[in-house]
Structures are given as structure tokens and as C-alpha cells.
């Protein structure tokens, strides 16, 4: 049976539009006046580089990148569609400002506690930042990343600074003795010396309020065997913590030679200076002979 002539219309389109015939087809018929447009304007067939190139530009205007079709503008960092940021990053730049303060006041003592706390809200920020500028969002990484090491660099300043001035404290405390030690009571520094040590001061004290002795007298007559035989540590004890006016007794001894022995002022300072007598000093022994008629 013979095919109706609306059955080969019908047909007649279907194959103009599968071959992309210009009269039916809007996209090939666009692509058409480019070609044509391409030949006209080198004037033949495209057989050079330069016309390839014009031919390619007649079929897309628009630069191919990354298999994808995009304006000029509509690019950042090779990313399509993404534009660049234009704003700093507000974490950035207030870890930069916490790191610089909290770094110039980690070397000042007691205010370098607070240089500690600037230094750790700017890690803080200085992260929060990091995240911003490496999304894209915010720009300043140089700007970041110096807040962020300032701030840390103040945090380890710190510690440095309050460990060294722990330690100087510390020696300080060791090398200076305790006020209980300084301040003890009479009644301890008593209970703390032994009954021997006692015994020979009260024996001292009677040698020199009773008999005028020098100190030199009185520690041999402690010590002597012939004497009160005590311990050297003792005797010394004993005379460096008696109270005697030694000068007294040097004159005391001199009006005793005067008076009961009838000797002259220059035998009385033989007598008082000698090492078989008094044993008083050449001063003590001066100061008697002066004063022995007053």
C-alpha cells in the first residue's frame, strides 16, 4: 500500500531533526551562522591554524576549564563558580592584636598573668580564623597564622618568666633563716643549753662579781684541773656569755694590791698583766693604774 502523503511529511521532519538540518534545528542553526560567519571572515575554507581557531571561537565563545564552560569572571583559586573573598579574617586579626599585646606584657612579673590569658584566647581566635580563610569564606592566612604563633609565643614566655622568678623565690626562702628561729624566747635558748653549760656560767659569774677576775682567770680556773674541771666548750661557753665589766675588775684587783700589799702602781700592772697572775689585758691593766686613785 502506497505511503499518504502526511505520512511522509511526518517522516520528512522526523529526519531533518535527526540530522540536524538547519531549519528545524535552533541549536544547529545558531551553529550555522557561526560557521558562516567563520568562513567569512577568513575567507574560504578553514584550512590554517588562525582559522581552526576563529572557527572554535564561532562555536563557543566562552572558555573551556576543568571539562566545564565559564565566564572569565566566575573564577577563583581554578575553583568555577566561587568569587574571592573580600573581607579579613576577624579571628585573624584579633589573635594578631591579643598575640602582640600578650607577648610585650609576658615579660613584666605579676602582670605576665594576664599576658597568659591574652595569649590563649588568641590560639582561640587564631584557629577559628584558620578555618575561615581555608573554606574560602575570609582572607588573611599570613595575617592568622602570625596571631596564632605570637599568641603562643606569650604563653611560653610566661611560663618561662613565673618558673624562674618560683625558683629565685624558692633559693630566697631557703637562704634566709626563719623568723621562730631568730625570735626565740629567753626561756628557750635556756632549755636548749645543757645543765653543764649552765653550771660553768654561774660559776663564771661568781669568779667575777666576787673575786674581780679577768676572762682569761676565769676560763683557766673553769678548766683547771686543780679548778672547777670543766669541758673546754663549756668554759668557753661560759666567758663569752658572762656579763662583766672587765675594766672594773682590773681596777677592783689594783686598789686590793694598793691597799693590802702596799705595791707600787708599775708591780700592780706586772701583777694584773702577768701569766702567773691576773691575766688581764694590757688595756684592763691600763685603765687601772689610771683610775686607781680616783
Known sequence: MPDSPQSSNGQKKIEDNIQGSPSNNPINASRGNGFAQAEGATGGTPDSPADNANMSMARNPFPVVNGGVHSPNAQYNGRPGRNKPEHLSAGGVTALVLGIVGTVLSFIPIVNNVAAVLGVIGVVFGVIGLFGVFRGKKRGKALTIAGVVLSIVAIVITLGMQSSASKAFDSASKSVPSSTSQQQSPQQKKANVPMEYTNALASAKTYSDTMHMSKQGIYDQLTSEAGDKFSAQAAQYAVD???????????????SYEKNMHMSPEAIREQLTASAGDKFTPQEADYAIQHLND
Open 241 to 255: 656569755n658572762l656579763k662583766a665589766d672587765y675594766n672594773a675588775n682590773a681596777l677592783a684587783a689594783a686598789k
